[in-house]
């Protein structure tokens, strides 16, 4: 069978495109992948907050779907809207990987090790709530974009610290930049992180 696999362009979304054309590939299928640029690619300079993060990056790729231009898509499952609307349906996820939020930073080796003030950026509310809620001293900041974009913003100083997925950093190799992987029970990851959605 020839299937068409509908992704986002940025590293981490084609490598979670191409790790699934693999597994088809070796079940006898035939794969492309056809990068399709979404609204929250196209939105970098507007807050998660101000439009909400859940389906910005799946609208315009839910289209290609109903229109029949590609067959399937895989996304990281934490950024699937709760209920996919209509004809949608999750058809699967693959063996889940480390579900855990990591903090990376140039200067520091733990959250606790940051002094009071530094700035931490995340894109996600629930990483800013539960780190204000451990460390209220710390200034968090909106901060997007790819695992790229955000670790070389770091590496110019834009930021101390940034909050991320494991599963992205580990997926890309570049697990090098984790200094400290919080254990689910002192900060909660998102519901389906470390999985992805079919």
């Not at 084609?14 to 492309?32: D, P, Y």
């Not at 993060?53 to 231009?69: H, N, P, Q, V, Y």
């Not at 898509?73 to 693959?94: G, N, W």
């Amino acid at each position: 069978m020839n299937l068409r696999i509908g992704s986002r362009g940025s590293q981490l979304a084609l490598w979670q495109a191409n790790h699934i054309a693999a597994l088809l590939r070796t079940h006898g299928h035939s794969v492309q992948i056809e990068i399709i640029k979404t609204t929250g690619d196209k939105l970098q300079e507007v807050t998660f907050a101000q439009v909400g993060s859940k389906g910005m990056f799946t609208k315009e790729i839910e289209e290609a779907l109903a229109e029949g231009r590609v067959d399937l898509a895989v996304h990281s499952l934490k950024d699937l809207p709760t209920e996919l609307p209509a004809p949608f349906r999750l058809a699967a996820t693959p063996k889940r990987v480390d579900p855990r939020d990591v903090l990376v930073s140039v200067k520091y080796h733990s959250l606790h090790a940051l002094p009071r003030g530094v700035v931490v950026g995340t894109s996600s509310q629930r990483r800013r709530a539960q780190l204000l809620a451990i460390r209220p001293d710390i200034k968090a900041v909106e901060f997007r974009g790819n695992v790229d974009t955000r670790l070389r913003k770091l590496e110019e100083g834009q930021v101390d610290a940034i909050l991320l997925a494991a599963a992205g950093l580990d997926r890309l190799e570049k697990a090098e930049w984790v200094r400290e992987r919080f254990e689910p029970h002192h900060f909660c990851p998102a519901a389906g992180q470390g999985s992805l959605g079919i």
